[in-house]
């Protein structure tokens, strides 16, 4: 089966840039989701096909996919961006998620 | 707005069927063709995709829980439905439906409800 590796957690200061890696055979192949949760809420939509942002998403928020890695970074990163992000895509038609990156923001 | 609101027993038995309703609002099954998926998070741990609908009635299932899943529609109530079988304690987890699935994203998202799986 397909799977999708995450690092468990990245660490940024307030203002800096936060990048979170999803790695996957030929990922750049394939359309890559990202979703924030943060705790005791539903994951919310924040990158779709690799690179868009849904409406009301900061434009801090971008990615990228290319190769095996598909990459989200948070430019200026504020404390209100500390939560669980999620990589997503689709194979075999399956869903796939990455086992989640905690951001803290120090 | 779309939307969605999950709903159902929050305690079931071992070996018992879990069953989920998903109530949509905000806009009908009827007006456009949607993806509609479920998904489950035990507590501290990561989203497991359980499975999707189409708007037709067809379904892709996660393969590991394949064998004991049922997805379903019911467009004249604007629901969809999870029915899981045999379920033990590993089953125990915060359960959410979302509009989407497969190529297309997740977008929408209920609140979640969560299910224990004890005697």
């Known amino acids: 089966s397909y799977e999708l590796t995450q690092p468990p957690s990245v660490s940024v200061s307030p203002g800096q840039t936060a990048s979170i890696t999803c790695s996957g055979d030929?990922?750049?192949?394939?359309?890559v989701c990202w979703y924030q949760q943060k705790p005791g809420q539903s994951p919310v939509l924040v990158i779709y096909?690799?690179?868009k942002r849904p409406s009301g998403i900061p434009e801090r928020f971008s990615g990228s996919n290319s190769g095996n890695t598909a990459t989200l970074t948070i430019s200026g990163t504020q404390g209100m961006d500390e939560a669980d992000y999620y990589c997503?895509?689709?194979?075999?038609?399956?869903?796939?998620f990455g086992g989640g990156t905690k951001l803290t923001v120090l | 707005q779309v939307q969605l609101q999950e709903s159902g027993p929050g305690l079931v038995k071992p070996s018992q069927t879990l069953s989920l309703t998903c109530t949509v609002s905000?806009?009908?099954?009827?007006?456009?063709?949607?993806?509609w998926s479920w998904i489950r998070q035990p507590a501290g741990k990561g989203l497991e995709w359980i499975g999707r609908?189409?708007?037709?009635?067809?379904?892709n299932y996660n393969p590991s829980l394949k064998s004991r899943v049922t997805i379903s529609l019911d467009t004249s109530k604007n629901q969809f439905s999870l029915k899981l079988t045999s379920v033990t304690a590993a089953d125990t987890a915060v359960y959410y439906c979302?509009?989407?699935?497969?190529?297309?994203?997740?977008?929408?998202w209920g609140q979640g409800t969560l299910v224990t799986v004890s005697s």
């Open positions: 096909e690799d690179r």
């Open positions: 609908l189409y708007t037709s009635g067809s379904t």
């Open positions: 997503q895509a689709w194979d075999s038609s399956t869903v796939v």
């Open positions: 979302a509009r989407g699935g497969g190529d297309y994203p997740l977008t929408y």
């Open positions: 905000g806009g009908s099954f009827s007006s456009g063709s949607y993806y």
């Open positions: 030929k990922l750049g192949d394939k359309y």
